[in-house]
């Protein structure tokens, strides 16, 4: 038995492991290490956006008595449409981000004989709140100003401006025609 584990492939990796605990000075040292390299590598998880933005400025065009065209001009189509309740359109919306709270709002609009009777509404944002909502905070800093000394700039020959008088007038490009004439 002990030759067939001399023998094995596992043996070399197991020497190598014990050798690496063994220069530990507690294994519970090594499960913290472990632990906190764990916790700092996260997989990336893409941006979820769902459904029809509706705003407190879009909310503000809408009358009693619109037509319904006029409301879905102003909202856009609606994402759920009932064949049971006809007379009533809901916008939803959703925004799941990595490292910020899912964000989930919903307008239901209400007709009465093809206007738009009332409407009822969770808080919405405004365009520039929401917009800001949406910036990324991957930022850590300000960003680095992108300039160069002039002693660096002078290697770099200076662009060739066009000169107007030495210029040639530019003529209309002539394709050739896409069938052969005479068929």
């Not at 094995?8 to 190598?16: A, K, T, Y």
């Not at 909310?59 to 189509?77: E, F, I, N, W, Y």
């Not at 359109?89 to 919903?106: C, H, I, M, N």
């Amino acid at each position: 038995m002990p030759n067939n584990l001399l023998r094995g492939s596992r043996f070399p990796l197991v020497v190598v492991l014990l050798a690496a605990l063994a220069g530990c000075s507690t294994l519970s040292s090594t499960g913290e290490t472990v632990a906190k390299a764990a916790q700092s590598v996260q997989p990336y998880k893409i941006d979820i956006v769902q459904g029809n933005v509706v705003t407190r400025e879009q909310l503000a065009v809408l009358r009693p008595g619109m037509p319904r065209a006029m409301v879905q001009d102003v909202l856009g189509s609606s994402l759920l449409a009932s064949v049971f309740h006809a007379n009533r359109w809901d916008y939803v919306f959703t925004l799941k981000r990595q490292g910020a709270e899912p964000q989930s709002r919903r307008v239901t609009v209400f007709f009465t004989n093809d206007a738009l009777e009332r409407i009822e509404a969770d808080e919405l944002p405004s365009e520039s709140e929401f917009v800001a909502t949406l910036k990324s905070s991957s930022n850590k800093g300000p960003l680095p100003a992108l300039t160069a000394p002039e002693d660096k700039l002078q290697k770099f020959p200076a662009p060739a401006t066009p000169d107007t008088a030495t210029t040639p007038a530019t003529t209309p490009v002539a394709y050739p025609p896409l069938e052969p004439a005479g068929q």
